[in-house]
């Protein structure tokens, strides 16, 4: 368990950012409304971005693992975005299951 | 290549790079467990909808303070807002390290100066000397009468 957090852990202790920081700016400038964003939020989103992926991965393996897989699926992440309100944002992106009923009208199309 | 980072060329597929997100995915992951593909590339759009929330979630902040541009504090308050408050915690530490980062690059820059054990007086009169030595030399070299603009640029080329 160690080891996999080595990275995070070790750019949390030199002040750094796994992500490029250009890159988040130029995503972050997609919002029109923003008029600035200074370089030490930058950053912050950045890692705040880092500890997202980690809770996501975690929380999605949990999954797997209750399914007894050793592959994190799909299904496992649409099921942790479900059971955790702070990602009610990300319910357009990750529809839940899409039931056979829907696959079979779509085929209709 | 191009003169970005290579980045995509299309503004619609803006995210963050493929190969960094992957890597920080593996090294998370248990050492018994990987993650599917398909998986991999919607915690990448996952990522860049995170992204978003969180800056326009700053921008409002920032917004309310009557301010332009986003600030960490904003940046810190949209997280406890957002039901994200458990990161903040972890974002401080990084974020006192980073401060500390930014004054040591300050610090670096100015000790040049500092180093040379001079004051700002000396290092003036020292440079003026320079000027003075320098404007002889030119003029003994000229025979001719000296002109009036005695800018000392003119005679002083070296550093």
């Not at chain 1, 490029?20 to 971005?49: H, M, N, Y």
């Amino acid at each position: 368990m160690a080891a996999s957090e080595a990275n995070t852990v070790a750019a949390a202790a030199t002040g750094t950012s796994n992500l490029p920081a250009a890159r988040v700016r130029r995503i972050i400038k997609e919002d029109k409304d923003i008029f600035a964003c200074g370089s030490e939020s930058l950053f912050l989103i950045s890692r705040a971005t880092e500890y997202f992926i980690d809770s996501l991965v975690r929380e999605s393996y949990e999954f797997s693992r209750l399914d007894k897989r050793k592959t994190v699926q799909y299904k496992d992440m649409a099921k942790a975005v479900q059971s955790i309100e702070q990602y009610d944002f990300l319910a357009d992106i990750i529809p839940p299951t899409v039931s056979v009923r829907k696959l079979a009208t779509t085929e209709t199309q | 290549m191009s003169d970005y980072e290579g980045g995509p060329a299309n503004e619609d597929d803006l995210s963050l790079p493929r190969a960094t997100v992957y890597k920080l995915i593996a090294e998370m992951m248990p050492e018994d467990i990987v993650c599917a593909k398909d998986t991999r590339d919607l915690l990448l759009e996952c990522c860049n909808e995170f992204i978003h929330l969180i800056a326009s979630e700053s921008n409002d902040v920032c917004e309310k303070e009557a301010k332009k541009t986003i600030a960490a504090e904003h940046v810190l308050t949209a997280l406890q807002d957002l039901g994200f408050g458990k990161y903040v915690t972890e974002v401080q530490e990084a974020y006192d390290e980073h401060r500390k980062q930014q004054t040591k690059d300050r610090g670096r820059k100015s000790t040049k100066l500092s180093q040379l054990g001079m004051s700002e007086e000396e290092l003036l009169r020292s440079q003026e000397l320079l000027f003075a030595e320098a404007r002889m030399r030119f003029q003994s070299q000229t025979s001719q009468a000296p002109s009036n603009d005695s800018t000392p640029a003119s005679a002083n080329s070296t550093h």
